[in-house]
Protein backbone atom coordinates (compact mmCIF):
# COMPACT_ATOMS: atom_id res chain seq x y z
CA UNK A 1 0.00 0.00 0.00
CA UNK A 2 1.38 3.54 -0.70
CA UNK A 3 0.86 5.11 2.60
CA UNK A 4 2.24 8.57 1.05
CA UNK A 5 0.04 9.43 -2.04
CA UNK A 6 0.23 12.93 -3.12
CA UNK A 7 2.46 14.13 -0.51
CA UNK A 8 5.30 14.91 -3.49
CA UNK A 9 3.75 17.90 -5.01
CA UNK A 10 5.56 19.38 -8.39
CA UNK A 11 7.28 22.61 -7.73
CA UNK A 12 7.71 23.16 -4.60
CA UNK A 13 11.20 24.05 -2.89
CA UNK A 14 11.24 23.11 0.87
CA UNK A 15 15.22 22.94 0.84
CA UNK A 16 15.44 27.17 -0.77
CA UNK A 17 15.30 28.41 2.79
CA UNK A 18 18.05 26.61 4.23
CA UNK A 19 20.55 27.64 0.84
CA UNK A 20 19.39 31.15 1.19
CA UNK A 21 20.20 31.50 5.14
CA UNK A 22 22.84 29.22 5.98
CA UNK A 23 26.50 29.03 4.51
CA UNK A 24 25.77 25.28 2.93
CA UNK A 25 26.04 24.20 -0.59
CA UNK A 26 23.02 22.04 -1.15
CA UNK A 27 20.02 20.48 0.49
CA UNK A 28 17.69 17.75 0.61
CA UNK A 29 14.88 16.92 2.62
CA UNK A 30 13.37 13.47 2.63
CA UNK A 31 9.81 12.38 3.87
CA UNK A 32 9.73 8.87 5.72
CA UNK A 33 6.70 7.30 3.47
CA UNK A 34 5.43 4.71 6.50
CA UNK A 35 7.42 1.35 6.98
CA UNK A 36 8.61 0.38 3.32
CA UNK A 37 9.46 3.32 1.10
CA UNK A 38 10.76 6.41 1.93
CA UNK A 39 10.50 9.35 -0.44
CA UNK A 40 12.90 12.29 -1.40
CA UNK A 41 10.78 15.57 -1.49
CA UNK A 42 13.28 17.76 -2.75
CA UNK A 43 17.14 18.41 -3.22
CA UNK A 44 19.11 21.25 -4.79
CA UNK A 45 21.66 19.55 -6.63
CA UNK A 46 22.75 16.07 -7.84
CA UNK A 47 24.84 15.47 -5.10
CA UNK A 48 22.63 16.52 -2.82
CA UNK A 49 20.07 13.58 -3.79
CA UNK A 50 23.06 11.31 -4.20
CA UNK A 51 24.08 11.82 -0.21
CA UNK A 52 20.67 10.87 0.40
CA UNK A 53 20.13 8.33 -2.19
CA UNK A 54 23.64 6.50 -0.43
CA UNK A 55 22.44 6.37 3.12
CA UNK A 56 19.52 5.28 2.07
CA UNK A 57 20.51 2.04 0.00
CA UNK A 58 23.43 1.37 2.32
CA UNK A 59 21.76 2.01 5.68
CA UNK A 60 23.99 3.62 7.23
CA UNK A 61 24.89 7.19 7.40
CA UNK A 62 24.89 10.15 9.81
CA UNK A 63 21.01 10.73 8.91
CA UNK A 64 20.15 7.36 10.89
CA UNK A 65 21.69 8.53 13.61
CA UNK A 66 19.92 11.76 13.69
CA UNK A 67 16.47 9.77 12.96
CA UNK A 68 17.17 7.58 15.86
CA UNK A 69 18.16 10.06 18.79
CA UNK A 70 15.47 13.04 17.03
CA UNK A 71 18.94 15.72 17.54
CA UNK A 72 20.88 16.71 14.85
CA UNK A 73 24.16 14.94 13.70
CA UNK A 74 26.76 17.60 12.72
CA UNK A 75 29.62 16.72 11.18
CA UNK A 76 32.38 19.47 9.84
CA UNK A 77 34.64 17.41 8.20
CA UNK A 78 33.22 14.18 7.09
CA UNK A 79 36.01 13.52 4.59
CA UNK A 80 38.71 13.62 7.10
CA UNK A 81 37.36 11.71 9.86
CA UNK A 82 36.97 7.79 10.36
CA UNK A 83 33.25 7.24 11.31
CA UNK A 84 33.16 4.06 12.61
CA UNK A 85 29.55 4.02 12.56
CA UNK A 86 29.15 4.56 9.01
CA UNK A 87 32.55 2.70 7.04
CA UNK A 88 31.24 2.31 3.93
CA UNK A 89 29.14 5.42 3.84
CA UNK A 90 32.75 7.20 4.31
CA UNK A 91 34.18 5.40 1.65
CA UNK A 92 31.41 6.65 -0.82
CA UNK A 93 31.64 10.24 -0.31
CA UNK A 94 35.37 10.19 -0.55
CA UNK A 95 36.52 12.45 -3.24
CA UNK A 96 32.91 14.32 -3.42
CA UNK A 97 32.47 17.76 -2.88
CA UNK A 98 30.76 17.11 0.80
CA UNK A 99 32.85 18.44 3.45
CA UNK A 100 30.67 18.88 6.27
CA UNK A 101 27.36 17.88 6.63
CA UNK A 102 24.62 18.72 8.90
CA UNK A 103 21.36 16.18 9.46
CA UNK A 104 18.50 17.55 11.13
CA UNK A 105 15.69 15.31 12.07
CA UNK A 106 12.45 16.39 11.08
CA UNK A 107 9.88 16.20 13.99
CA UNK A 108 6.28 17.17 15.25
CA UNK A 109 4.86 15.49 18.59
CA UNK A 110 5.81 11.81 18.56
CA UNK A 111 5.62 11.90 14.94
CA UNK A 112 9.28 11.08 12.65
CA UNK A 113 8.46 12.72 9.85
CA UNK A 114 11.82 12.87 7.81
CA UNK A 115 15.91 14.25 7.72
CA UNK A 116 17.04 17.29 5.90
CA UNK A 117 20.31 16.63 5.03
CA UNK A 118 22.72 19.70 4.68
CA UNK A 119 26.34 19.38 2.62
CA UNK A 120 28.68 22.23 2.29
CA UNK A 121 32.03 22.16 0.65
CA UNK A 122 34.08 23.92 2.64
CA UNK A 123 34.69 22.05 5.85
CA UNK A 124 33.79 24.08 9.38
CA UNK A 125 31.10 24.02 11.46
CA UNK A 126 27.85 25.15 11.44
CA UNK A 127 27.86 27.55 14.42
CA UNK A 128 25.45 27.92 16.92
CA UNK A 129 23.69 30.89 15.05
CA UNK A 130 23.87 28.73 12.07
CA UNK A 131 22.56 25.43 14.42
CA UNK A 132 19.81 27.48 15.84
CA UNK A 133 18.56 28.40 12.23
CA UNK A 134 18.53 25.48 10.69
CA UNK A 135 16.97 23.73 14.02
CA UNK A 136 14.14 26.80 13.69
CA UNK A 137 14.12 26.07 9.26
CA UNK A 138 13.69 22.40 10.24
CA UNK A 139 11.03 23.22 12.37
CA UNK A 140 9.24 25.08 10.02
CA UNK A 141 9.63 21.76 7.40
CA UNK A 142 7.89 19.58 9.78
CA UNK A 143 4.95 21.93 10.60
CA UNK A 144 4.68 22.55 6.49
CA UNK A 145 5.33 18.17 6.03
CA UNK A 146 2.76 17.80 8.67
CA UNK A 147 -0.03 20.15 6.97
CA UNK A 148 0.91 18.33 3.74
CA UNK A 149 -0.17 14.58 5.21
CA UNK A 150 -2.88 16.00 7.12
CA UNK A 151 -4.19 17.75 3.64
CA UNK A 152 -5.93 15.30 1.38
CA UNK A 153 -7.09 16.71 -1.82
CA UNK A 154 -10.26 15.70 -3.22
CA UNK A 155 -12.67 17.66 -5.01
CA UNK A 156 -15.37 17.41 -2.60
CA UNK A 157 -13.11 18.94 0.29
CA UNK A 158 -13.04 23.06 0.36
CA UNK A 159 -9.78 24.69 0.92
CA UNK A 160 -11.04 26.26 3.89
CA UNK A 161 -12.02 22.66 5.37
CA UNK A 162 -8.81 21.77 4.83
CA UNK A 163 -6.68 24.02 6.41
CA UNK A 164 -9.03 24.07 9.50
CA UNK A 165 -8.29 20.52 9.58
CA UNK A 166 -5.12 21.39 11.01
CA UNK A 167 -6.11 21.89 13.81
CA UNK A 168 -8.24 18.95 14.48
CA UNK A 169 -7.03 17.82 17.90
CA UNK A 170 -9.18 14.35 17.10
CA UNK A 171 -6.66 13.34 13.73
CA UNK A 172 -3.66 13.32 16.57
CA UNK A 173 -5.78 11.57 19.08
CA UNK A 174 -7.26 8.60 16.31
CA UNK A 175 -3.42 8.64 15.06
CA UNK A 176 -2.88 8.19 19.33
CA UNK A 177 -5.48 4.66 19.22
CA UNK A 178 -3.87 3.66 16.23
CA UNK A 179 -0.84 3.62 17.63
CA UNK A 180 -1.89 1.68 20.23
CA UNK A 181 -3.74 -0.67 18.31
CA UNK A 182 -0.90 -1.48 15.67
CA UNK A 183 2.52 -1.09 17.28
CA UNK A 184 3.33 1.36 14.46
CA UNK A 185 5.14 3.96 15.16
CA UNK A 186 3.26 7.74 15.65
CA UNK A 187 4.33 9.12 11.89
CA UNK A 188 3.07 5.39 10.71
CA UNK A 189 -0.05 5.38 12.28
CA UNK A 190 -0.83 8.81 11.06
CA UNK A 191 0.34 7.76 7.56
CA UNK A 192 -1.71 4.55 8.10
CA UNK A 193 -4.86 6.61 8.66
CA UNK A 194 -4.24 8.79 6.18
CA UNK A 195 -4.00 5.90 3.60
CA UNK A 196 -7.50 4.76 4.70
CA UNK A 197 -8.70 7.46 4.04
CA UNK A 198 -7.61 7.89 0.58
CA UNK A 199 -8.30 4.32 -0.18
CA UNK A 200 -11.90 4.83 1.00
CA UNK A 201 -12.65 8.70 -0.77
CA UNK A 202 -12.85 9.69 3.19
CA UNK A 203 -11.66 12.55 4.46
CA UNK A 204 -8.97 12.17 7.07
CA UNK A 205 -11.40 14.00 9.54
CA UNK A 206 -13.50 11.28 9.01
CA UNK A 207 -11.55 8.37 8.98
CA UNK A 208 -10.23 9.73 12.22
CA UNK A 209 -13.79 10.13 13.73
CA UNK A 210 -14.49 6.43 12.62
CA UNK A 211 -11.58 5.53 14.89
CA UNK A 212 -12.42 7.19 17.60
CA UNK A 213 -16.03 6.19 17.57
CA UNK A 214 -14.75 2.40 17.14
CA UNK A 215 -15.78 1.74 13.86
CA UNK A 216 -12.55 0.87 12.30
CA UNK A 217 -9.93 -0.50 14.37
CA UNK A 218 -6.63 -1.05 13.23
CA UNK A 219 -5.55 -3.93 15.37
CA UNK A 220 -4.04 -6.90 13.90
CA UNK A 221 -6.06 -9.31 15.51
CA UNK A 222 -9.66 -7.83 15.14
CA UNK A 223 -10.36 -11.10 13.51
CA UNK A 224 -10.45 -12.29 9.88
CA UNK A 225 -8.33 -9.31 8.50
CA UNK A 226 -4.71 -9.67 7.24
CA UNK A 227 -2.43 -8.68 10.47
CA UNK A 228 -2.10 -4.71 10.30
CA UNK A 229 -4.84 -4.00 8.21
CA UNK A 230 -7.81 -1.66 8.94
CA UNK A 231 -10.92 -3.05 9.35
CA UNK A 232 -14.45 -2.02 8.90
CA UNK A 233 -16.13 -3.03 11.95
CA UNK B 1 -11.83 43.14 52.54
CA UNK B 2 -12.53 42.34 48.99
CA UNK B 3 -9.92 44.07 46.86
CA UNK B 4 -7.55 43.05 49.13
CA UNK B 5 -8.46 39.90 48.65
CA UNK B 6 -8.60 40.25 45.29
CA UNK B 7 -4.95 42.00 44.90
CA UNK B 8 -3.93 39.11 46.64
CA UNK B 9 -5.18 36.75 44.30
CA UNK B 10 -3.49 38.19 41.68
CA UNK B 11 -0.50 38.31 42.62
CA UNK B 12 -0.35 35.02 43.98
CA UNK B 13 -1.39 34.23 39.99
CA UNK B 14 1.58 36.22 38.65
CA UNK B 15 4.08 34.74 41.53
CA UNK B 16 2.89 31.15 39.98
CA UNK B 17 3.15 32.41 36.00
CA UNK B 18 6.52 34.10 36.91
CA UNK B 19 7.96 31.00 39.01
CA UNK B 20 7.59 29.24 35.42
CA UNK B 21 10.60 32.15 34.16
CA UNK B 22 13.29 30.35 36.24
CA UNK B 23 12.16 26.52 36.99
CA UNK B 24 12.95 24.16 34.62
CA UNK B 25 9.35 24.31 33.39
CA UNK B 26 6.77 22.67 30.95
CA UNK B 27 5.59 24.98 28.87
CA UNK B 28 2.00 23.53 28.40
CA UNK B 29 1.28 23.71 31.97
CA UNK B 30 2.57 26.88 32.16
CA UNK B 31 -0.17 27.70 29.77
CA UNK B 32 -2.78 25.56 31.84
CA UNK B 33 -2.00 27.60 34.59
CA UNK B 34 -2.36 30.73 32.83
CA UNK B 35 -5.94 29.82 31.54
CA UNK B 36 -6.98 28.31 34.41
CA UNK B 37 -5.75 31.91 36.72
CA UNK B 38 -7.60 33.84 34.60
CA UNK B 39 -11.03 32.16 34.76
CA UNK B 40 -10.31 32.15 38.55
CA UNK B 41 -9.38 35.85 38.71
CA UNK B 42 -11.69 37.49 36.28
CA UNK B 43 -15.65 37.32 35.81
CA UNK B 44 -15.38 34.74 32.87
CA UNK B 45 -16.74 31.52 32.33
CA UNK B 46 -13.75 30.26 30.29
CA UNK B 47 -10.60 30.88 28.86
CA UNK B 48 -8.44 29.42 26.26
CA UNK B 49 -5.64 29.99 24.13
CA UNK B 50 -4.37 30.04 20.30
CA UNK B 51 -0.81 30.54 19.36
CA UNK B 52 0.40 30.37 15.35
CA UNK B 53 1.66 27.84 13.94
CA UNK B 54 4.86 28.08 11.86
CA UNK B 55 2.54 28.83 8.62
CA UNK B 56 1.12 31.13 10.60
CA UNK B 57 -2.49 29.26 11.45
CA UNK B 58 -3.56 29.51 15.03
CA UNK B 59 -3.88 25.93 16.90
CA UNK B 60 -5.57 25.82 20.37
CA UNK B 61 -2.67 24.99 23.01
CA UNK B 62 -4.72 25.39 26.56
CA UNK B 63 -8.60 25.82 27.33
CA UNK B 64 -9.98 25.86 30.77
CA UNK B 65 -12.07 22.88 29.89
CA UNK B 66 -10.69 20.13 27.54
CA UNK B 67 -14.00 19.14 26.62
CA UNK B 68 -14.65 19.46 22.86
CA UNK B 69 -17.24 21.82 22.87
CA UNK B 70 -15.07 24.74 23.95
CA UNK B 71 -11.75 23.56 21.91
CA UNK B 72 -14.74 23.57 18.95
CA UNK B 73 -15.41 26.99 19.33
CA UNK B 74 -11.82 27.99 19.89
CA UNK B 75 -11.13 26.13 17.04
CA UNK B 76 -13.94 27.66 15.04
CA UNK B 77 -12.20 31.03 15.78
CA UNK B 78 -9.13 29.63 14.71
CA UNK B 79 -10.32 29.79 11.23
CA UNK B 80 -12.11 33.37 11.63
CA UNK B 81 -13.59 35.20 14.51
CA UNK B 82 -12.41 37.54 17.51
CA UNK B 83 -9.17 35.89 18.32
CA UNK B 84 -8.22 35.81 14.69
CA UNK B 85 -8.80 39.40 14.27
CA UNK B 86 -6.95 39.66 17.89
CA UNK B 87 -3.83 37.75 16.95
CA UNK B 88 -4.15 39.64 12.70
CA UNK B 89 -4.41 43.12 14.32
CA UNK B 90 -2.01 42.71 17.65
CA UNK B 91 -5.78 44.34 19.44
CA UNK B 92 -7.94 43.27 21.27
CA UNK B 93 -11.35 42.56 20.21
CA UNK B 94 -14.02 42.72 22.50
CA UNK B 95 -17.47 41.39 21.24
CA UNK B 96 -20.19 42.38 24.43
CA UNK B 97 -23.04 40.55 22.90
CA UNK B 98 -21.60 37.17 20.99
CA UNK B 99 -26.51 37.14 19.85
CA UNK B 100 -26.10 40.16 18.06
CA UNK B 101 -22.78 39.64 15.97
CA UNK B 102 -23.55 40.08 12.75
CA UNK B 103 -20.28 38.68 11.01
CA UNK B 104 -18.65 35.59 11.88
CA UNK B 105 -21.50 33.42 11.84
CA UNK B 106 -20.70 30.18 12.54
CA UNK B 107 -18.47 31.57 15.98
CA UNK B 108 -21.22 32.88 16.92
CA UNK B 109 -23.78 29.70 16.68
CA UNK B 110 -21.05 27.79 18.22
CA UNK B 111 -20.35 30.11 20.62
CA UNK B 112 -23.75 30.51 21.66
CA UNK B 113 -24.65 26.49 21.95
CA UNK B 114 -21.93 26.59 24.92
CA UNK B 115 -23.86 29.41 26.28
CA UNK B 116 -21.05 32.00 25.60
CA UNK B 117 -22.72 35.17 25.47
CA UNK B 118 -19.61 37.38 25.70
CA UNK B 119 -15.72 37.26 24.58
CA UNK B 120 -12.85 39.45 24.98
CA UNK B 121 -9.57 38.44 22.86
CA UNK B 122 -6.43 39.91 24.29
CA UNK B 123 -3.14 39.18 21.95
CA UNK B 124 -0.06 37.87 23.16
CA UNK B 125 2.79 40.29 22.09
CA UNK B 126 6.25 41.03 22.43
CA UNK B 127 7.24 43.99 21.35
CA UNK B 128 6.26 43.90 17.00
CA UNK B 129 5.71 40.15 17.65
CA UNK B 130 2.07 38.70 18.04
CA UNK B 131 2.55 35.08 18.82
CA UNK B 132 -1.03 34.48 19.64
CA UNK B 133 -4.01 35.40 21.24
CA UNK B 134 -6.52 34.54 24.55
CA UNK B 135 -9.87 34.44 24.64
CA UNK B 136 -12.00 35.34 28.05
CA UNK B 137 -15.36 33.99 27.70
CA UNK B 138 -18.36 35.14 29.18
CA UNK B 139 -22.10 33.93 29.85
CA UNK B 140 -23.64 36.92 30.33
CA UNK B 141 -23.67 39.84 27.81
CA UNK B 142 -21.71 42.78 28.20
CA UNK B 143 -17.94 44.13 28.62
CA UNK B 144 -15.14 43.10 31.03
CA UNK B 145 -15.03 45.40 33.40
CA UNK B 146 -11.52 47.85 33.03
CA UNK B 147 -9.66 46.28 35.71
CA UNK B 148 -10.26 42.64 34.42
CA UNK B 149 -9.47 43.82 31.15
CA UNK B 150 -5.99 45.06 32.14
CA UNK B 151 -5.20 41.94 34.61
CA UNK B 152 -6.28 39.71 31.96
CA UNK B 153 -3.50 41.36 29.43
CA UNK B 154 -1.11 41.72 31.66
CA UNK B 155 -1.28 37.83 32.11
CA UNK B 156 -1.47 37.04 29.13
CA UNK B 157 1.85 39.34 28.47
CA UNK B 158 3.37 37.47 31.35
CA UNK B 159 2.97 34.08 29.50
CA UNK B 160 4.57 35.53 26.37
CA UNK B 161 7.41 36.80 27.77
CA UNK B 162 8.28 33.35 29.41
CA UNK B 163 7.38 31.98 26.23
CA UNK B 164 9.83 34.26 24.30
CA UNK B 165 12.72 34.51 26.69
CA UNK B 166 15.01 32.47 24.96
CA UNK B 167 14.78 33.75 21.55
CA UNK B 168 18.08 35.19 20.38
CA UNK B 169 17.67 38.79 18.48
CA UNK B 170 20.02 37.87 16.06
CA UNK B 171 18.90 34.04 14.53
CA UNK B 172 17.84 35.32 11.02
CA UNK B 173 14.78 32.67 11.79
CA UNK B 174 12.08 34.14 14.03
CA UNK B 175 11.22 30.89 15.79
CA UNK B 176 11.70 30.35 19.54
CA UNK B 177 11.95 26.98 21.38
CA UNK B 178 9.43 27.19 23.52
CA UNK B 179 7.29 27.79 21.29
CA UNK B 180 7.94 25.23 19.08
CA UNK B 181 7.87 23.01 22.29
CA UNK B 182 4.90 24.07 23.19
CA UNK B 183 3.15 23.63 19.78
CA UNK B 184 4.26 20.04 19.27
CA UNK B 185 3.61 19.24 22.93
CA UNK B 186 0.06 20.14 22.18
CA UNK B 187 0.31 17.02 19.26
CA UNK B 188 2.16 15.00 21.58
CA UNK B 189 -0.79 15.14 24.20
CA UNK B 190 -3.38 14.14 21.78
CA UNK B 191 -2.11 11.35 20.42
CA UNK B 192 -0.95 10.48 24.27
CA UNK B 193 -5.29 11.08 24.54
CA UNK B 194 -5.78 8.54 22.19
CA UNK B 195 -3.12 5.86 23.40
CA UNK B 196 -4.61 6.19 26.94
CA UNK B 197 -8.40 6.33 25.80
CA UNK B 198 -7.71 2.74 24.05
CA UNK B 199 -5.47 1.24 26.38
CA UNK B 200 -7.73 2.12 29.44
CA UNK B 201 -10.82 2.06 27.57
CA UNK B 202 -12.13 5.98 28.77
CA UNK B 203 -13.06 8.72 26.77
CA UNK B 204 -10.85 11.92 25.88
CA UNK B 205 -11.42 13.90 28.76
CA UNK B 206 -10.51 11.09 31.09
CA UNK B 207 -7.68 10.09 29.22
CA UNK B 208 -6.40 14.05 30.04
CA UNK B 209 -7.62 13.93 33.41
CA UNK B 210 -4.81 10.88 34.19
CA UNK B 211 -2.50 11.63 31.93
CA UNK B 212 -2.51 14.99 33.94
CA UNK B 213 -2.95 13.02 37.80
CA UNK B 214 -0.05 11.10 36.70
CA UNK B 215 2.00 14.13 35.46
CA UNK B 216 1.50 15.84 38.89
CA UNK B 217 1.78 13.27 41.22
CA UNK B 218 5.49 12.60 39.78
CA UNK B 219 6.19 16.06 39.32
CA UNK B 220 6.88 15.57 35.50
CA UNK B 221 5.99 17.84 32.54
CA UNK B 222 3.10 16.89 30.72
CA UNK B 223 5.59 16.39 27.81
CA UNK B 224 7.46 14.37 29.46
CA UNK B 225 4.46 12.12 30.52
CA UNK B 226 2.64 12.36 27.21
CA UNK B 227 6.19 11.21 25.31
CA UNK B 228 6.42 8.23 27.86
CA UNK B 229 2.95 7.11 26.69
CA UNK B 230 3.53 7.11 23.19
CA UNK B 231 6.60 5.61 23.03
CA UNK B 232 4.82 2.95 25.50
CA UNK B 233 7.33 2.94 27.77
CA UNK B 234 4.59 4.18 30.19
CA UNK B 235 1.22 2.91 30.58
CA UNK B 236 -1.72 4.54 32.91
Known amino acids: MDVAPGLVAGGEDLCGPYLEKLPITGAAVSLFGGATAETLVCASDPLAARLDELQFSLGEGPRWRAVRTRLPVLIPDVQAVEHTDWPIFHKAISGTEAAAMFVFPLTVGAMDLGVVELYHSVPGALGRSGQATAAGLAWQTSWHLLRKILTISSPDTEPALEAALMSRREIHQATGMVLAQSGATAADSLLLLRAYAFAHDLTLRQTADAVLEGRISFAPDTGGGRPGGPLLQ | ?236
Open chain 2, 1 to 236: MATTTRAERVSVAFVKLTDTLVADYDVLDLLHTLVEETVGLLDVAAAGLVLADPSGELQVLASTSEQSQLVEVLQLQAGSGPCVECYATGRAVVVEDIGALERWPDFKAAALSQGFHSVHAVPMRLHARIIGAMGLFGATPGPLTREDAAIGQALADVATISLMQERTIRESVLVNEQLQRALNSRVLIEQAKGVIAHTAGVGMEEAFNLLRNHARAHSEGLHETASRIVDRSLTL
